[in-house]
T-cell receptor, first 116, second 114 residues
Framework: AQSVAQPEDQVNVAEGNPLTVKCTYS??????LFWYVQYPNRGLQFLLKYITGDNLVKGSYGFEAEFNKSQTSFHLKKPSALVSDSALYFCAVLPPRGSTLGRLYFGRGTQLTVWP | SAVISQKPSRDICQRGTSLTIQCQVDSQVTMMFWYRQQPGQSLTLIAT?????????ESGFVIDKFPISRPNLTFSTLTVSNMSPEDSSIYLC???????????FGPGTRLTVT
């Protein structure tokens, strides 16, 4: 069965400090990996993705994520957090083509709070 | 990227009634998805809607409760039928960019059933 785990419901960091939001997955084959962000009363916005290639991928708003195949992890990172980064973050995986097309599996979300 | 709009943005409905949610995309797309996000929880896929064919429902969701229409490549509707308070959720539609595998989401419809 496909699953995505975000072990932390909440992450709190001070502005200017680095942040990490964790994600691990259990998907057969080589999945595609995504991070989405949801601001209050808004839909999900795409942040970044890993399809293939360099394990460190860069995305919007200064975020990056590191793919680790051996640990089946895809942690979201940012070197210096901003108060405006406070939002709900979702990790998602897309199983390899040949399984259910387009079907994203989401983690339960991590609420990031950056305090001034 | 695709721009997606949903109507209504929110509604308060009485139990036993039905609500139809509309999803409009600014470009033609093959696959559209409907998700439910219950309070404090993650997104759960309800069904996948392809134009010209019947929607494919995920386990736990049935057509009688969540009928879906997909009349063309830019539009879809989801109906929540015979509502109960347990249906109170945010309902989101999304589309996939086949070339990039990214999914784009509408702003959501916040439904409260009393």
């Amino acid at each position: 069965a496909q699953s995505v785990a975000q072990p932390e419901d909440q992450v709190n960091v001070a502005e200017g400090n680095p942040l990490t939001v964790k994600c691990t997955y259990s998907v057969s084959g080589n999945p595609y990996l995504f991070w989405y962000v949801q601001y209050p009363n808004r839909g999900l916005q795409f942040l970044l993705k890993y399809i293939t290639g360099d394990n460190l991928v860069k995305g919007s708003y200064g975020f990056e994520a590191e793919f680790n195949k051996s640990q089946t992890s895809f942690h979201l990172k940012k070197p210096s957090a901003l108060v405006s980064d406070s939002a709900l973050y979702f990790c998602a995986v897309l199983p390899p083509r040949g399984s259910t097309l387009g079907r994203l599996y989401f983690g339960r979300g991590t609420q990031l709070t950056v305090w001034p | 990227s695709a721009v997606i709009s949903q109507k209504p943005s929110r509604d308060i409905c009485q139990r036993g009634t039905s609500l139809t949610i509309q999803c409009q995309v600014d470009s033609q797309v093959t696959m559209m998805f409907w998700y439910r996000q219950q309070p404090g929880q993650s997104l759960t896929l309800i069904a996948t809607a392809n134009q010209g064919s019947e929607a494919t429902y995920e386990s736990g969701f049935v057509i009688d409760k969540f009928p879906i229409s997909r009349p063309n490549l830019t539009f879809s509707t989801l109906t929540v039928s015979n509502m109960s308070p347990e249906d109170s959720s945010i309902y989101l539609c999304s589309v996939e960019s086949g070339a990039t595998y990214e999914q784009y989401f509408g702003p959501g419809t916040r439904l409260t059933v009393t």
